[in-house]
């Protein structure tokens, strides 16, 4: 059986006239979500009779295409057992939907004779009920307006798969919240419709086996409430919130997972799709395995267009920003696990802060502002702390209130006890006060269900303070980017070993390891190669199973001895980038088993420079944060220099009695000037002609997140 190609849910409405012109909550909506797709299409419909031919249009298309559906809809498919017996005579409920579509009228504008034909259905059952509620005024001995009036009906209250469910509402109740009974009996003669439209097509779950292009199933979006509201977004209608989470939910289980969910559950009574497992459905709507291993990227992500021979600054990280995405997977970790990781998703306050209103400063508390002049008033017995829940006071009376009480009833201004003087039982103090003077507004710092942070934002200190004072204890993170750093030259042994003449020590790897850790990222030591294509073509082997991204230092060239270009371009996806900076040569940029390869110049200058300009951005990318910018400051210039136009340069610089002074050497070799530096001078693309004075872009290291 191939899988599900479209999944649609349909929240249903029971509404007796058409729903407002302009989108609102409880009324008819329509979530459609395709596999492999992130996106869910949203409709509103004002009429019942509206949706039901806009979905059988959609059923339409989508057979025309090929395409096998699943439509979810949010009321009960069935009864409780022994229900169908009494209506039809046997155990069959799909014959209920058939009696239900003969007595049912459902008129194009929402008129319909629900309650009509709930009462008929009691008469055919004993005593009174099961069916109840209706408006005032209708009510007959057959149809009582409330549940405590019915007796000896003989049905049971609930179908199994709702009590397990307890805060689903039962199908016999008509009117008022829920009001699920009336939404199956408007609901079920309009699904034998499409039974009856589609014919052979169509099975419905669990009754029938799904083995069917078109399959109907009972749903519940509360089963997700938990991910709706971590997934709604700001002013989201909760309904459409529902189905779209829903619907891309379904998308995203695994074909098997899915199929066992629809075969579970009573054949007479029905059930709720999920139910059976109704963790993979939450895993499913809070990423699924499309999002828990994000697509690879695309191996022509590091083309270069046409014709290009030296590429700007600007263009090359116009062009990685563009073709970068995230990498790495995503998991839902407790809020305590957060340092340092990166958010997959935005945060939705789960709380207000401060939750409730209350008082920025210690003082008296009162209702209103008061005018110019002295004002005198009694004092309240107690007093308001912090973590009180106080009682109420009376107009006209002051109450103690201390930093951080909540405003207890009838107080909403607060005046500073050193403004006041305190004369037995009485207040005395100056105006004008404003009224809601020295207090915060519940919710003033971030308001319940508005998104408290963004996806993409690393937690640091102060989102952990953010996460915890919003109620968050759950978040779906980026697993950490493991960046693997290769040191490659003959040249090379490792720092501190016994070097001979001609050898140099391994400078690059300490600092690209250093810097990788402290951009957040997970250091991956892949050591030293030498300059010999059988070794490095094992050793990117091995990074590529345990790394993100590899990091490369020297050998990037076009040279007889650049063999990680050589590699790359064996490989098949290589691009030397040849970018118009100083210091820097080029950049070879491609991949190897799929895992990005960042090659960077060998000397270490240009390493340390080519890392923060080129390679930070990019790793933060790959690791789910946006595009990072440094901050760069206008600073007079301490030095001389004339630049032709043509590259972008980076001067190793540091500031100096409110002047920024640049490194006397420029040669890319020299180590020390590294360490010797704070920042970075960037001179532009164009020339440039600068004596002391000179505003010039001066970027701390701090500024790369160093
Ligand atoms: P390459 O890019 O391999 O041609 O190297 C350029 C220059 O950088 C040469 O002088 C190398 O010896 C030097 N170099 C390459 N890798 C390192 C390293 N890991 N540490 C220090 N110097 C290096
Ligand atoms: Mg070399």
Request: glycine share 10%; proline share 9%.
């Amino acid at each position: 059986m191939r899988p599900f190609d479209t999944f649609v849910v349909v929240d249903w409405s029971a509404k007796k006239e058409p729903s407002p012109k302009r989108p609102s909550p409880d009324a008819i909506w329509v979530g459609v979500a395709r596999l492999g797709s992130e996106d869910v299409a949203c409709d509103y419909h004002r009429t019942r009779h509206e949706a039901m031919q806009s979905l059988i249009a959609l059923v339409s298309d989508e057979r025309g295409a090929g395409r096998r559906v699943l439509l979810g809809f949010d009321f009960p498919f069935g009864y409780p057992r022994g229900f169908a017996r009494i209506v039809t005579g046997g155990d069959d409920p799909l014959a209920i939907w058939a009696a239900l579509a003969e007595r049912i009228k459902d008129h194009p504008n929402n008129a319909n004779n629900r309650f009509d034909v709930a009462e008929d259905l009691n008469r055919l059952c004993p005593g009174i009920g099961p069916f109840w509620g209706c408006p005032p005024g209708r009510a007959t001995p057959d149809l009582p307006a409330r549940g405590t009036l019915r007796r000896d009906h003989g049905l049971p209250e609930r179908r199994g798969v709702e009590q397990s469910l307890p805060t689903t509402q039962p199908c016999w109740k008509l009117f008022t919240t829920g009001s699920v009974g009336s939404q199956a009996l408007l609901g079920l003669p309009r699904l034998q419709i499409l039974r009856q439209r589609f014919g052979d097509e169509v099975a419905v779950a669990p009754f029938q086996s799904h083995d069917r292009p078109i399959v109907l199933a009972e749903v519940w979006p509360s089963l997700l409430r938990v991910a709706i509201a971590d997934l709604r977004q700001p002013h989201e209608i909760l309904d459409r919130a529902q189905v779209r989470v829903l619907a891309g939910a379904m998308s995203r289980l695994p074909p098997e997972t899915l199929n066992a969910m629809l075969r579970a559950g009573d054949k007479e009574e029905g059930t709720i799709l999920g139910v059976s497992d109704a963790e993979a459905l939450h895993a499913a709507a809070m990423g699924g395995p499309a999002r828990l291993s994000p697509p690879p990227l695309s191996s022509d992500c590091f083309a270069l267009p046409r014709g290009v021979d030296w590429t700007p600054v600007d263009e090359t990280l116009a062009l990685l920003r563009e073709r970068l995405s995230p990498v790495t997977g995503v998991t839902r970790c407790a809020v305590i696990e957060a340092a340092g990781r990166v958010l997959a998703q935005d945060v939705i306050a789960l709380r207000s802060n401060p939750p409730l209103p209350n008082t920025a400063v210690d003082g008296y508390g009162f209702a209103g502002g008061k005018g110019e002049g002295v004002h005198r008033m009694p004092l309240t017995a107690g007093r308001a702390a912090a973590g009180d829940r106080p009682g109420a006071v009376a107009p006209g009376r002051a109450v103690r209130i201390l930093t951080g009480a909540a405003l207890p009833e009838g107080v909403d201004t607060v005046v500073l006890q050193e403004d006041v003087t305190l004369q037995g039982d009485q207040i005395a103090f100056r105006g004008p006060i404003k009224p809601g003077a020295n207090t915060r507004a519940a919710g003033e710092d971030v308001a319940k269900g508005a998104v408290a942070l963004k996806r993409g934002t690393r937690v640091g200190p102060a989102e952990a303070a953010l996460l915890a004072a919003v109620g968050v204890r759950e978040v779906a993170l980026h697993a950490a980017l493991r960046v693997a750093v290769i040191s490659t030259g003959a040249e090379l042994v490792e720092a501190a070993a016994a070097a001979g003449p001609g050898q140099i020590f391994d400078a690059n790897r300490p600092m690209l390891l250093e810097i990788v850790r402290r951009l957040g990222h997970v250091p991956v030591d892949m050591g030293i190669v030498p300059d010999d294509r059988v070794v490095l073509s094992a050793r990117l082997d091995r990074a590529a199973v345990e790394a993100d991204l590899i990091l490369t230092s020297g050998g990037a060239s076009a040279g007889d001895e650049d063999h990680v270009s050589a590699l790359l371009k064996q490989a098949g996806a290589m691009t030397l980038w040849r970018i118009a900076v100083k210091p820097g040569r080029p950049l070879a940029l491609g991949f190897w088993s799929g895992v990005p390869v960042f090659g960077l110049p060998g000397n270490p200058v240009a390493a340390m420079t080519c890392a923060l300009i080129f390679a930070r951005p990019a790793m933060a990318r790959l690791a789910g944060e946006p595009w990072p910018e440094p901050q760069g400051f206008d600073v007079p210039a301490g030095f001389t220099k004339t630049k032709k136009p043509g590259r972008s340069e980076f001067l190793r610089a540091r500031i100096n009695a409110g002047r920024v002074e640049v490194f006397p050497s420029e040669g890319s070799g020299r180590v020390s000037g590294l360490s010797w530096a704070d920042g970075l001078v960037e001179l532009p693309h164009g020339a440039a002609d600068i004596s002391p004075g000179t505003p010039v872009r001066y970027i701390p290291f701090g500024s790369f997140g160093l």
